[in-house]
């Protein structure tokens, strides 16, 4: 064997944080406890400008010449698995290592003024089971409250909401209450077409401007500090409450997004001032 000038073993670090250690000789380097993402980049990498094959544990091998196939021992040979030199790229070494199912492309969501990011707020969320409002897969469910006679308890999609399918189908409304006066039309979009959040006590949407505002989700302490407006809001109704200051900051400092009591963040659609109030059982 001639001298490598290579140590024994040495740890390998990648731009991600990652790291391997490494060892071997000029035949053959082998990569032990690596982190999941780029550290099988290198590797892909070094087996695409070596020529080498690779052979992840308990897996075919992973070779880039058709020809090589009769360098393997016999056993190996008919698993083996042949790639183009660009194909061989970490993720290719990772779906060998972990086969993942491909992800479902979902379609877009109906937009929604007054709820502009259900996804993100918990209010849908992705599902393979068909609506039970129109039968159809849509990819994304809503999970937020339904107040009906006769709802169902889930399962309704987020499109049959934007186009008011189910408010009609189950005289449904998905929010308690609107708090101020709008339009009619708002009143309506607001209460049968936009999807509701969960709230400990009946959900109540906020207005101003004349106009219903887009709600941004659960809120706690922490997540109010970037909205100060928010804030003085909630220290206003508190005030209403007639709770002393001390009291009302030691409210303010306990809010908490997932558990009570809970902050719900909007924003006016014309003036952009964020607005919230608080509620707990
Ligand atoms: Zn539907
Ligand atoms: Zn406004």
């Not at 250690?21 to 000029?26: I, L």
């Not at 061989?88 to 990011?117: C, D, K, M």
Request: glycine letters at 8%; proline letters at 10%.
């Amino acid at each position: 064997m001639p001298p490598t000038g290579l140590p024994d073993s040495w740890d390998l670090e990648v731009e991600d944080g990652g790291e391997s250690e490494v060892y071997g000789d000029a035949l053959g380097l082998t990569f032990n406890r690596f982190s999941p993402g780029r550290i099988l980049d290198r590797v892909a990498e070094l087996a695409r400008r070596t020529g080498a094959a690779v052979l992840p544990l308990e897996c075919p091998v992973i070779l880039t010449n058709q020809a090589d196939r009769r360098h393997l021992p016999k056993t190996l040979r008919a698993e083996a698995i042949v790639l183009a030199p660009a194909a061989l790229t970490g993720s290719a070494i990772q779906l060998l290592i972990s086969p993942q199912p491909e992800p479902r492309r979902r379609p877009a969501l109906p937009r929604f003024p007054y709820h502009p990011s259900p996804v993100a707020t918990g209010s849908v969320t992705p599902s393979d089971a068909p609506c039970v409002c129109c039968g159809q897969e849509r990819g994304w469910v809503y999970t937020g409250p339904v107040r009906a006679a006769d709802a169902p308890d889930g399962g309704i999609c987020p499109y049959c909401i934007a186009f008011g399918k189910a408010a009609e189908r189950y005289d449904a409304t998905f929010t308690e209450g609107i708090e101020g006066d709008v339009p009619k039309d708002v009143v309506t979009a607001i209460l049968r077409r936009t999807p509701g959040f969960v709230a400990w006590q009946s959900p109540t949407w906020l207005t101003h401007c004349g106009d219903g505002a887009e709600f941004l989700g659960l809120a706690g302490a922490k997540e109010l500090e970037r909205y100060p407006d928010a804030v003085d809001d909630l220290r206003r109704r508190c005030a209403e409450w007639t709770w002393p200051p001390d009291e009302v900051e030691d409210f303010l400092g306990s809010l908490d997004k997932d558990d009570q009591p809970t902050a719900y963040l909007f924003r006016c659609r014309a003036c952009a001032t964020h607005l919230a109030y608080a509620d707990f059982t």
